[in-house]
């Protein structure tokens, strides 16, 4: 018997892990409900694949992977907010950035003398090898994080469903655009400590996605939203504990049945 | 006083000239209907009233005083339908986002902000649509609600941009006499633009016409005229009437017909 959910606790690192993650979970999925809502979740995408190339970079020349990713998803978001319309309908350029950031992130990684356990840990992410250092990090990112959306959250909400109005009535609707993917940006870097580059849609979109089908309501859809985002990170590490299977795999795979659990059952009745 | 004052007011947008020199005033608690061929300048027109457009010449007058923008004695409803279709937020929370919507916090509504919604709710007569989702609704409930919005705050002039667009007939002439009854109850200045003249007979005051540079104001006869439009489009304009509709027709052909799909300008 590998466990009882008290023998799982008894290890440092999986008190990190279940701390890492609920912390990260939390911001995930109050960005991501904005994400959402403002129909942007491919700029979660997009920040994620041009972190990756700050990541590999920072680490390359000894630098903390989580700073180096820092830097490269605010210097984006940011950009991107700027641009603004001008980003609209420019796939092709847009996808010809996004893999010339995982293409340069490759260029990094081939600089290592390791480097398959080091990329696998950054496109998947790593929960159970959360140091003291990055929990601590982690903390104070979401802090940060969750006390700026909340400063902003009501222009946000207001300029994401009727821009137009919102300028007229006086928000700076750019600012705030720029001000949201910024943290957008932070969400991003935090959510890749926990499921990795390439799963982040699994705690900034799922989750929320989720909860805008259960509810129709503002605040407890960003609460719900929340709630479900910490109870399938928990879950999915209690599950991968007991059966051996890669975490972000397990967390990724209930945000998925959660979401289509919840249309499946909505079509039904 | 009156609503709305255009003085000497010239406007151009980009290279086009919108309006030359123009002169007029809209009455406190009149529904004007806003015509005029696509890329006439009505939208032009409500963004500079709301103060987002720099003016050329002359200046601007809402209720005696100069634009500027974020004017509480204005509500909106613009032209762009940026929803999303599929879009899971309730009537009531939809309202409530545009509360205070510049200041900066968590939108938490109060005791107040939620007796504000229901008066704006009822005034569209709208309080079964607060628990439905926007998704759900059809495009009439929706533009009910976006009226309902523009009311938060009590406004004494409303800018309604294209309220009728990707509307049925009957939905339309529901919308119309919906605007006009608030006109009347509350005694709201309204500004309506609508692309067709004959959904708007019957219950504007006036209308104002645009084209080239050039505005008319004024009753429907005195505007929708040969002489008149003729200047306004700098073109032979014919004035049709058949079975209690009015028909602008340049050439043999009906203008303003089916040439309006989702520009703004």
Redesign the interface.
């Known amino acids: 018997m590998r466990g009882t959910p008290t023998r799982m606790l008894e290890y440092d690192f999986m008190q990190r892990a279940f701390a890492a993650s609920g912390i990260v979970a939390v911001v995930a999925a109050a960005v991501g409900y904005f994400l959402v809502l403002r129909g942007q979740t491919f700029a979660g995408h997009a920040l994620s694949h041009v972190g990756f190339a700050g990541a590999t970079g920072a680490a390359l020349f000894g630098l903390s992977p989580l700073g180096g990713m820092l830097v490269f998803t605010i210097a984006a978001g940011v950009s991107m907010g700027l641009l603004g319309e001008r980003l609209s309908g420019r796939d092709v350029a847009i996808g010809i950035v996004l893999s010339l950031a995982l293409a340069f992130g490759l260029f990094f990684l081939s600089f290592y003398s390791t480097n398959s356990a080091q990329a696998t840990s950054i496109l998947f992410g790593n929960v159970l090898a959360v140091s003291k250092a990055t929990l601590g990090s982690l903390v104070i990112l979401a802090f940060i994080t969750l006390a700026a959306l909340a400063f902003i959250s009501r222009p946000l909400a207001f300029s994401s469903l009727q821009p137009e109005l919102a300028e007229a009535k006086g928000v700076p609707i750019r600012l705030v655009g720029v001000l949201f993917l910024a943290l957008v940006a932070l969400a991003v870097a935090q959510s890749v400590q926990i499921v990795g580059v390439l799963l982040v849609f699994a705690l900034m979109v799922g989750p929320p996605a989720t909860a805008q089908l259960l509810t129709n309501r503002l605040i407890p859809g960003i609460l719900l939203s929340a709630g479900l985002a910490v109870a399938e990170a928990w879950a999915g590490i209690a599950l991968a504990f007991h059966v051996d299977w890669p975490t972000s795999f397990c967390i990724t795979l209930l945000s998925a049945a959660a979401y289509l659990g919840v249309l499946l059952f909505r079509r039904s009745v | 006083m009156n609503a709305l004052e255009l003085d000497r007011v010239s406007l151009s947008r980009g290279e086009k000239t919108i309006l030359s020199d123009v002169t007029l005033a809209v009455g406190e608690g009149e529904f004007v209907g806003v015509l005029g061929a696509n890329g006439a300048g009505k939208t032009t027109l409500m ?1 500079a009233v ?1 103060g ?1 457009l720099p003016l050329d010449k002359g200046d601007i007058r809402v209720f005696g005083k100069p634009v500027s ?2 004017n509480a004695a ?1 509500g ?3 032209q ?1 339908r ?3 279709p599929e ?4 009537g009531r ?2 309202l ?3 509360i ?9 509504p109060g005791k107040d902000d939620r007796r504000e919604i229901d008066r704006c709710l009822d005034a569209v007569g709208a309080q079964h649509l607060a ?3 926007l998704g759900d609704m059809s495009g009439g409930e929706r533009q009910r609600l976006m009226i309902a ?2 009311l938060i705050g009590s406004p004494r002039l409303l800018l309604l941009d294209e309220p009728l667009i990707s509307l049925d007939p009957h939905q339309q002439g529901i919308v119309v006499h919906l605007v006009r009854d608030l006109s009347r109850s509350l005694g709201l200045t309204v500004l309506f633009s609508a692309h067709e003249l004959n959904q708007l007979l019957g219950a504007v005051d006036r209308v104002l016409y645009l084209g080239h540079g050039h505005a008319a104001l004024g009753k429907v006869d005195e505007v929708i005229n040969p002489d008149t439009l003729s200047r306004l489009y700098d073109a032979p304009i014919e004035v049709v009437r058949a079975g209690g509709h009015i028909f602008v027709m340049s050439g043999g052909q009906i203008v303003e017909r089916d040439r309006h799909e989702g520009h703004t300008h």
């Open positions: 963004k709301l987002l923008r974020g204005i909106y409803m613009p762009t940026s929803l999303p879009l899971r937020l309730s929370d939809f409530a986002t545009a205070r919507g510049d200041r900066w916090g968590v939108p938490l628990s439905h989702s919005q523009a």
